[in-house]
């Protein structure tokens, strides 16, 4: 038996003005797209925007239905969106901002389980890492790859082995 740490590195930022402009457009674009979101149930705003190898920014939110599992969240609107139109273009970063009844989470919000898993699908489709980052209004944290929000990611050569 071996007792073993896993470490994750991520960065964490006050504000966007610390950050790159890339990025600090990317976080006005996530912030923006949660005025897309319907969410008459849970009234939690979630916008995201993904940035695309070209340059091109595909926005999502989340959509909520009253048979609750028919919604979607706010990162996999947007990245069936890009899946759907830009089949071809990678996906370079991931923003993600969420707010409850309109005022933005001083803690980010953090995706769910399967947006995770829909990320790592993508990075294994571009073969290249998606960076994510998760705005909140005391704190942002960027990571530079899914595999550091989904520790133990399921991954097909598991079962080749
Ligand atoms: N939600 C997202 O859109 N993304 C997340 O990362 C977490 C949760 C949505 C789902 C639902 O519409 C609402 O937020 C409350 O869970």
Not at 12 to 29: G, N, R, T, Y
Not at 141 to 161: A, C, G, H, N, W
């Amino acid at each position: 038996m071996a007792q073993v740490q896993f470490t994750i590195n991520y960065e964490e930022f006050s504000s966007p003005e610390e950050m790159d402009p890339v990025d600090q457009k990317l976080i006005a674009e996530a912030l923006d797209a949660q005025k897309g979101s319907y969410s008459p149930f849970s009234h939690f705003q979630v916008g995201a925007a993904l940035l695309l190898a070209d340059g091109t920014i595909v926005k999502g939110a989340n959509q909520e239905n009253l048979a609750y599992p028919s919604g979607l969240c706010a990162e996999r609107t947007a990245m069936f969106a890009a899946g759907a139109n830009y089949p071809d273009t990678p996906m370079v970063t991931l923003a993600i901002a969420g707010s409850d009844h309109g005022v933005l989470c001083e803690s980010p919000a953090s995706p769910c389980g399967a947006c995770r898993q829909v990320m790592a699908q993508y990075q294994r489709k571009f073969g290249r890492p998606i960076q994510i980052i998760l705005v909140g209004s005391k704190r942002i944290r960027k990571f530079q790859k899914v595999d550091d929000i989904l520790p133990f990611i399921f991954d097909s050569l598991t079962m080749d082995e």
